[in-house]
């Protein structure tokens, strides 16, 4: 499975981006897909994801209320809409899929997933 993210750029804080992640197989089938993040001299962060088998979805509290992620399983898609941003969303947003069922708390755990995406950067100017 390879994963492509793309959509990053740059934005005026308040402003909106739409990151979407396509896969080259069936990736979306089963299991989940979730988003992270890295900003600079940071570590890797989890920003939300999507679990297949209920479509729950789950995020960092900081972005709650902001982001929304959704998928499209016949498109091989998840995506990533991130509105009211903020200086500190700043990083390279990297895509990932885990291919079993996990607690909400797992899924958090980026070393829980098993592809991985190459990166798409956000930079949110002040």
């Known amino acids: 499975v390879q994963l492509q993210a793309f959509g990053g750029g740059l934005v005026q804080a308040g402003g909106s981006l739409r990151l979407s992640c396509a896969a080259s197989?069936?990736?979306?089938?089963?299991?989940?897909a979730g988003w992270f993040r890295q900003a600079p001299g940071k570590e890797r962060e989890f920003v939300a994801s999507?679990?297949?088998?209920?479509?729950?979805?789950f995020y960092e509290h900081s972005v709650k209320g902001r982001f929304t992620i959704s998928g499209d399983n016949a498109k091989n898609s998840v995506f990533l809409q991130m509105n009211s941003l903020k200086p500190e969303d700043t990083a390279i947003y990297y895509c990932?899929?885990?291919?079993?069922?996990?607690?909400?708390?797992?899924?958090?755990?980026?070393?829980?997933?098993?592809?991985w995406g190459q990166g798409t950067e956000v930079t949110v100017s002040s």
């Open positions: 999507i679990r297949w088998s209920d479509r729950n979805t």
């Open positions: 197989g069936r990736a979306f089938s089963s299991g989940a």
């Open positions: 990932a899929v885990v291919n079993r069922n996990y607690i909400s708390s797992a899924l958090r755990d980026g070393t829980r997933y098993d592809y």
